[in-house]
């Protein structure tokens, strides 16, 4: 069992930067594979980053391929999203998954086993 928390959304102007991070609770955090997705206002939630247990594997969403950058520290149980250049497109909740007991990462939201509860980033123009 993984519980997953996230945090470090907030108001930004476009062209900032924001670092979500999400916390992790729970044995096997250290061998699984972790997500960032995110659902704007009258949208279907999306794929934004993944990466695998050792980091060693890395996939991002063509919307934010070169500004986003995925990170984890499993001394810490924490996964990170470092957003740079942000957009007003970017403004959505942003949700930290996890997959149960599987090192690789997918861009399916149906392949993760654990959410957390969202956190609100909105960009202003």
């Known amino acids: 069992q993984v519980q997953l928390v996230e945090s470090g959304g907030g108001l930004v102007q476009a062209g900032g930067s924001l670092r979500l991070s999400c916390a992790a609770s729970?044995?096997?955090?250290?061998?699984?594979?972790m997500g960032w997705f995110r659902q704007a206002p009258g949208k279907e939630r999306e794929f934004v980053a993944a990466?695998?247990?050792?980091?060693?594997?890395?996939h991002y969403a063509d919307s934010v391929k070169g500004r986003f950058t995925i990170s984890r520290d499993n001394a810490k149980n924490t996964v990170y999203l470092q957003m740079n250049s942000v957009k007003p497109e970017d403004t959505a909740v942003y949700y930290c998954?996890?997959?149960?007991?599987?090192?690789?990462?997918?861009?399916?939201?149906?392949?993760?086993?654990?959410w957390g509860q969202g956190t609100q980033v909105t960009v202003s123009a």
């Open positions: 998954a996890a997959r149960a007991s599987v090192a690789i990462p997918t861009s399916s939201e149906y392949d993760y086993d654990y």
């Open positions: 729970g044995r096997t955090f250290s061998r699984v594979a």
């Open positions: 990466i695998s247990w050792g980091g060693g594997s890395r």
